[in-house]
Each structure stands twice: as structure tokens, then as C-alpha cells.
T-cell receptor, first 112, second 116 residues
Framework: GDSVTQMEGPVTLSEEAFLTINCTYT??????LFWYVQYPGEGLQLLLK?????DKGSNKGFEATYRKETTSFHLEKGSVQVSDSAVYFC???????????FGAGTRLFVKA | DAGVTQSPTHLIKTRGQQVTLRCSPK?????VSWYQQALGQGPQFIFQ???????QRGNFPDRFSGHQFPNYSSELNVNALLLGDSALYLC???????????????FGNGTRLTVT
């Protein structure tokens, strides 16, 4: 069945450092790929998405490119801020709705 | 524009009891999904409701049941509670996609269920 694997955390960075959180997936067909973020005490929020191969999703300085050849969707940000501290979830879903499959999440701590 | 709202925010129940959690979807959304998030884990799909029918179900026992009302709001019921049911229960709404790709989910802040 479909699955998502993302790097284990926590990831601890200093402010203005470069961020990469790795995500790979296994799926039939051509799923949509997502990154969601969960701030403390809150539900998940969509951060960015890509619906087909080579698409780049971007939002709030974060980027991820849908790489079908490597089945990856790594999250990157050039300069992290303390306010980016949260748990990041990689996820996939198929056209037509139905379930979204989430990775286990990667906790990011950014130090001032 | 109200987002997804869930109630209650916290709940403490005893083993064997039954619980009902409630969710109102974001305005304009017609699909409601429920997820269970254990501490330190990603959300696990329980089921999805569309047009008042359960459209797909994850790997959860029949003790977990749900309902969707004509106004698209939804309830999650869990019977015969076990200690292992303690988790954050997330409701997510979406609009049934008409184009390419899956519509992203809009989540509520969740209901924290503790079973003692």
C-alpha cells in the first residue's frame, strides 16, 4: 500500500540556517504530495502542495519539488526563523479525495 | 469565514465508556474526514464522509463509527473505550475535487481524548 517516510527528528537549527527535511513516498499512480505543519496546540495546516511530477510547491519561503524519478518531496527553506519551530508532516493523496497518508512527522526547533 | 471547528477540546473518559466527538466543516466544504493522532505520530485515517455516507474507512475496528448530517457536520463515536484510544482526534474538511489532484485538507484543532 501507499506510504510516506520522512526523516526522524528532532532537527535543531540556529536562526537563519538552511533547512532540509527529507521525504520519500511509495504509491501507485500519480499522487498529489503535501507538506503540512503543526504548531503547538493546533491542528495541521497546509504548507504547500504539488500535484504532478516536477511541480514545485512554495509558501512562506518553504519549497518542495515533486521528484517522480526518486519518489521524493524534500522540504527546504533557505533561512529559518524561530517562528518556524513546529512539526512538519509529509503526506500524499490521490485524485478523487479519499484518505491522505501522512508520514510520522519531523519536529523542528529553531534557536535564536 | 469560520474554519473547521471541533468540540469538545478535551475529554476524559473511563475504559468501557462511549464518546461522541463533533465537527463542523469549513464553509463551502462537503467532505469530512476523521484522523487519530497518537503522541509523536502522524495522523492515521479513520474514515471519510461525503453526502452522508461513509466513503472510505481506514484500519480501525467497528467500535469507531461516524455520521454526517445534511449540513455537512459530522460526529465520531467510539464505543467500549480502551486505554489505547487515548489520542488527539482530528477532523478535516475538504471540497470534493473536480479537477486534477487531491484537494488539501483543512483541519480543526482537535479533541484530546484521555481514557483512564
Amino acid at each position: 500500500g501507499d506510504s510516506v517516510t520522512q526523516m526522524e527528528g528532532p532537527v535543531t537549527l540556529s536562526e537563519e540556517a538552511f533547512l532540509t527535511i527529507n521525504c520519500t513516498y511509495t504509491a501507485t499512480g500519480y499522487p498529489s504530495l503535501f507538506w503540512y505543519v503543526q504548531y503547538p496546540g493546533e491542528g495541521l495546516q497546509l504548507l504547500l502542495k504539488a500535484t504532478k511530477a516536477d511541480d514545485k510547491g512554495s509558501n512562506k519561503g518553504f519549497e518542495a519539488t515533486y521528484r517522480k524519478e526518486t519518489t521524493s518531496f524534500h522540504l527546504e527553506k533557505g533561512s529559518v526563523q524561530v517562528s518556524d519551530s513546529a512539526v512538519y508532516f509529509c503526506a500524499l493523496g490521490h485524485t478523487g479525495g479519499f484518505k491522505t497518508i501522512f508520514g510520522a512527522g519531523t519536529r523542528l526547533f529553531v534557536k535564536a | 469565514d469560520a474554519g473547521v471547528t471541533q468540540s469538545p477540546t478535551h475529554l476524559i473518559k473511563t475504559r468501557g465508556q462511549q464518546v461522541t466527538l463533533r465537527c463542523s466543516p469549513k464553509s463551502g466544504h462537503d467532505t469530512v474526514s476523521w484522523y487519530q493522532q497518537a503522541l509523536g505520530q502522524g495522523p492515521q485515517f479513520i474514515f471519510q464522509y461525503y453526502e452522508e455516507e461513509e466513503r472510505q474507512r481506514g484500519n480501525f475496528p467497528d467500535r469507531f463509527s461516524g455520521h454526517q448530517f445534511p449540513n455537512y457536520s459530522s460526529e465520531l463515536n467510539v464505543n467500549a473505550l480502551l486505554l489505547g484510544d487515548s489520542a488527539l482526534y482530528l477532523c478535516a474538511s475538504s471540497h470534493t475535487p473536480t479537477g486534477i489532484g487531491q484537494s488539501p485538507l483543512h483541519f480543526g484543532n482537535g479533541t484530546r481524548l484521555t481514557v483512564t
